[in-house]
């Protein structure tokens, strides 16, 4: 059928003196295009993010902007594709390669001309402190997560930026690796509660319900269901998650249980977030994408043939096949997007 989202969204944008929508865009990290039940999965349970497909818009072609996390994540801010933006790549050691400059204009600055509040919450990977593309530099107010990618390797870390400040966290850690990693530590951390996806959660609960009555602009990247790298090559295992919740029982490796019980975990989440919006009753005026930055990952030592995380596709992140850069993404409004409805043209998230 005709995507007729994006002409909603021309004609509202256009038209900010008669309306302006909260826009809130979720975007897990490595979730595949079959990862969801809504694009096929058969054996992770997504309920929520299933129900928000039924009750919006299924996008069955819509690409990410890389094959891989900070390129990606550029192309979002910016609308720039890879021939253009200035992030062309993940920068290993380099971090300055992958900060966004201050000519650069993002998405948020956009919507702060506009007049909405603006925050990000989780992952952000364009900049940090003392650079250029610092969130706080490039149009958010608020931030709160992670602002270096390898950080947000580890679901348990000592810290998260909260704006400038590092926010201590209830984790204690023991350095371990040749250059002394404050990483995953598997069994060997004596204390481990804060678990930063549910901090992400709680926090972007919070923000909403504080900014209910102003516009505003909500960019939630989530972490799941990233590996921790650095776990899986010292213990094994870099499917970090508090618990294995449903699946606790089935007789798959540790490694399977954790990438389908973090998934579960972040559907709960995202369907949390849809009531929070019937509650304060601003659903109809509140349009939430969600997506993926790429496609799926094999990093966590899981067993990817279990669960086909590229659905029909061929492929995987880092491959410019369809599976590394097809991307399971819904649209969601409320009286706006049709209910049921299902778009097959080609989108990229340079168009959002």
């Known amino acids: 059928m005709p995507c007729k989202l994006l002409l909603s969204l021309v004609l509202l944008l256009g038209s900010f003196a008669q309306a302006k929508p909260n826009l809130i865009f979720i ?42 996390c900070a390129p990606s994540r550029s192309v979002l801010m910016t609308g720039q594709h890879m021939g253009h933006t200035h992030v062309r790549g993940n920068a290993g050691g380099d971090m300055t390669r992958q900060s966004l400059r201050d000519k650069d204009f993002t998405v948020a600055e956009a919507l702060k ?9 989780g992952k952000w990977g364009l900049g940090e402190v003392g650079q250029e593309g610092h969130p706080l530099g490039q149009g958010f107010d608020y931030f709160y997560g992670y602002l270096n990618q390898v950080h947000a390797h580890n679901f348990y870390p000592e810290f998260l930026w909260k704006n400038f400040d590092k926010h201590r966290l209830r984790n204690e850690v023991q350095l371990v690796g040749k250059k002394g990693y ?105 349009l939430v994408v969600f997506t993926s930055d790429n496609g799926p990952h094999n990093e966590a030592r899981h067993n990817p043939e279990r669960f086909n995380p590229s659905g029909p596709l061929r492929g995987m992140k880092r491959t410019l096949t369809e599976g590394g850069i097809r991307v399971p993404t819904i649209a969601w409004w409320p009286k706006t997007v049709p209910q049921g409805s299902r778009c097959d043209q080609p989108l990229y998230f340079g168009d959002l």
């Open 182 to 286: 404050a990483g995953f530590i598997g069994g060997a951390a004596t204390k481990r509660i804060d678990y930063s996806h549910d901090l992400f959660a709680e926090e972007a609960l919070s923000w909403i319900s504080k900014n209910k009555d102003n516009p505003f602009f909500l960019y939630l990247p989530l972490t799941i269901p990233h590996a921790n790298n650095e776990g899986s090559r010292m213990f094994g295992d870099g499917a970090e998650v508090p618990e294995y919740g449903i699946y606790d029982k089935m007789d798959w490796p540790k490694q399977d249980k954790g990438q389908a019980a973090m998934i579960t975990r972040m559907d709960k989440d995202v369907g949390r977030i849809l009531d929070l919006l019937g509650k304060l009753k601003i659903a109809e005026n509140t």
């Open 27 to 68: 975007m897990a990290d490595d979730l595949g295009y079959g990862d969801l039940g809504c694009f096929g999965q058969k054996l992770i349970k997504t309920p929520r993010l299933d129900q928000m497909a039924k009750e919006g818009m299924k996008f069955t072609r819509f690409y990410s902007g890389s094959t891989v």
């Open 113 to 121: 001309k506009a007049n909405y509040s603006t925050a990000l919450i």
